[in-house]
């Protein structure tokens, strides 16, 4: 069984008082209401993460993530956090790829390649987003467009390697939009990369990978999203800011 999991993107977002009152009322929360199949993890800002974490001491299903690394180790790379770096803190997930990054800090497939070497080097567990821009879907080009993401930043990997992957959806013209992709859009493109991924290391592995969807996902419309057979989760940004929204979504498989 593919594990679900919900995350919680909360992007440049927050004080340090107000990241530690979310982080405690998701952490309580999760206690009380989410049943222990479902990953929680909340991605504050790095700044935060260390505080952030001690709210998830004790609790299985409750991780943090970091938004990003860099793909060396350390050196001269002003305002950037490595993957040892996090591994140190304890720090079990790193987001990668996301179009924020791709967009205004010019993160290429290449690139990304090299961070999720760095990633999986440090123990740490990527999730990897990949998604088209409007003008590609409207194109029609966009199933091939974000298999090839995948291609060129996770296929250079061993099957164990990819194994330990978690691949987030998001098309662009969803995120932070309001726009969200219909269930049958979102079911298209999971069984499209999860066909992909067979091609390239076989059906046992793209089925246990799991694939989640990014986009204007909410309270309101989650289940209908994660009712589909290839959605096993969320990569959620805006909801994620209020624990109660960000509950109810992982309440909703
Ligand atoms: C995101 O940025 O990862 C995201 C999904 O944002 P939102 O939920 O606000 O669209």
Partial sequence: MRKKIVAGNWKMNKTAAEAVALAAEVAALVKSDVPSNVQVIMAPPSLFISEVNKATEGIANLSVSAQTCHEKASGAYTGEISAPMLASAGVPYVILGHSERRQYFQESNAQLAAKVDAALENKLTPIFCCGESLELREGGEFLAFVAQQLTESLFHLSAEAFGQVVIAYEPIWAIGTGLTASSAQAQEMHAYLRQ?????????????????????????????????????????????????DFITIAKSF
């Fill in 196 to 244: 992909h991924i067979a091609g390239k290391y076989g059906q046992a592995v793209a089925d246990a990978c799991s694939i989640l969807y990014g986009g204007s996902c909410n309270a309101q419309n989650a289940a209908e999203l994660f009712a589909c057979a290839d959605v096993d989760g969320g990569l959620i940004g805006g909801a994620s800011l209020k624990a109660g």
